[in-house]
């Protein structure tokens, strides 16, 4: 079984590839690289082929991640063929659901909508404060993936969270 899960802020250029780097990362730790497919994209297409914000790849070094991106458009394609749409806020959530036309809902959710906090993903780019972003996203992506490993545990051979 294969999972395609994508992560959407504004530009991909901060909290999106943040997402999906760390996301990655999770998955690598428990041995399931080879069940996801996971990508990121922007609503706007602003920052289309410039790579992941400099200050974003260095809060991520710090806590040993590593990885390249290119910023990205997200069409509606993206959203039919992957199976979870895991945006940063609710502007974003906003955007896709224009998008698709209110179509795919119950695939299109915040990703911190996981989490004992539900939230929006502080927003770096404004804040400045990509240890908060950081924080948020890591915590967002921790509950979605132990939340998608206890449903779909069967599916992934038994895999333990």
Known sequence: MM?????????????SPMAELIFT????????????NISS??????????PIYGAALRELKEHGITG?????????RDVINNDYILVMDTANLNDVLRL???RFCEKIHRLCSFTDRP????DPWYTRNFEKAYED?????????????????????GTRL
């Open 41 to 50: 994209f922007g609503t706007d297409d602003c920052e289309v082929g410039n």
């Open 3 to 15: 999972i395609s899960v994508c992560f959407v802020c504004l530009g991909n250029i901060c909290r």
């Open 119 to 122: 939230r929006d993903v502080s």
């Open 25 to 36: 990362e999770m998955v690598k730790e428990r041995g399931l690289a080879s069940r996801f």
């Open 68 to 76: 390249a991106h290119r910023a990205q458009q997200l069409s509606l």
């Open 137 to 157: 996203i890591y915590e967002g992506c921790l509950c979605f993936l132990n939340k998608l490993l206890s449903d779909k545990r069967a599916a992934l051979g």
């Open 100 to 102: 698709t036309g209110g």
